[in-house]
């Protein structure tokens, strides 16, 4: 079944209304993995944000269907509601609130907006446990402040157990390869292997194979300047690993 279908989606910085997006076309379908691969600058973060409504970013064109709704009329917070997951890690250190209280708040948040009743401190505990062990966190971790001297294993991790915790039908994974050692990345692609079922799909951005022989991508797409030039298998993924993207928009 279709899930997210773009079609010849533009985009500017809202400030200066630099084009960054000249007319990407992404066609998804629940249960597939999507990387895209692309040069530094060649707006793969850009695309996401405009997938989640980022407020940096204006849509000049084209359009973006999620579950047969426009996505481009709702708010970033109702395409969550929808089901579009992006990480809302704040770069920032949050005195005083521990990571257990902020994922609480955040699932609530949640639960509110579908009518649910909110889950306490304790409900919350039994809950989240059990998704620890996916992301191979101890229990402690939960008790720390939010961003407080977490490594970049440990952030890449907590993005996962907040997309275990809220759930998604599309979540978006911008480089969450990025500065992890191999143990770390090990932890995070079988984490979200694990997340993955027949129904949801995940759209990762990467930079490394390696990542790739992990999470076994339906599709890889190259981005060039604000399009997608070349879809296909691994393939182009070791053929980039081999000679660099020249070697792909030659191909
Ligand atoms: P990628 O993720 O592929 O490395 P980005 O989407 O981050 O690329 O950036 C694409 C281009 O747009 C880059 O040249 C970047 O500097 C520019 N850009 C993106 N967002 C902004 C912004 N908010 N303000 C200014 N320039 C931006
Ligand atoms: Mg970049
Ligand atoms: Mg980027």
Redesign the pocket.
């Known amino acids: 079944k279709l899930l997210l279908q773009v079609k010849d989606l533009r985009a500017v ?1 809202a ?2 209304k ?1 084009e ?1 997006l000249k007319g990407v076309n992404l066609v998804v379908y629940e249960g597939e993995v999507h990387a895209i691969m ?10 996401s944000k405009v997938l989640v409504g980022h407020p ?1 970013y204006e849509v000049t064109g084209g359009s973006i269907i999620f579950k047969g709704e426009n996505l481009l009329d709702m708010e970033p917070e109702e395409r969550s509601l929808a089901g579009l997951f992006m990480s809302f890690q704040s770069p920032v250190e949050i005195p005083g609130v521990s990571n257990i209280d902020f994922l609480n708040m955040a699932y609530n948040a949640r639960r509110r907006k579908l009518g649910l009743p909110e889950l306490g401190p304790i409900e919350f505990y039994g809950y989240i446990s059990p998704k620890l062990d996916l992301v191979n966190m101890k229990i402690e971790f939960l008790n720390r402040n939010v961003n407080e001297g977490f490594s970049g294993g440990e952030r890449k991790r907590n993005e996962i157990l907040q997309l275990a915790v809220l759930g998604a039908d599309l979540a978006i994974l911008d480089e969450i390869d990025s500065g992890l050692d191999v143990d770390a990345l090990e932890d995070v692609a079988k984490a979200v292997n694990g997340l993955l079922t027949q129904k949801n799909s995940v759209l990762m ?1 990467t930079h490394y194979i390696r990542l790739l022989k992990s999470i076994k991508p339906t599709y890889i797409h190259i ?1 060039e300047d604000g399009r997608i030039v070349k879809t296909g298998d691994i393939t182009i993924a070791k053929i980039l690993e081999k000679d660099g993207y020249k070697a792909i928009s030659a191909a």
Do not use: C, V, Y
């Open positions: 910085i400030e200066s630099q960054i692309g040069k530094n600058g060649s707006g793969k973060s850009t695309f940096d951005i981005m």
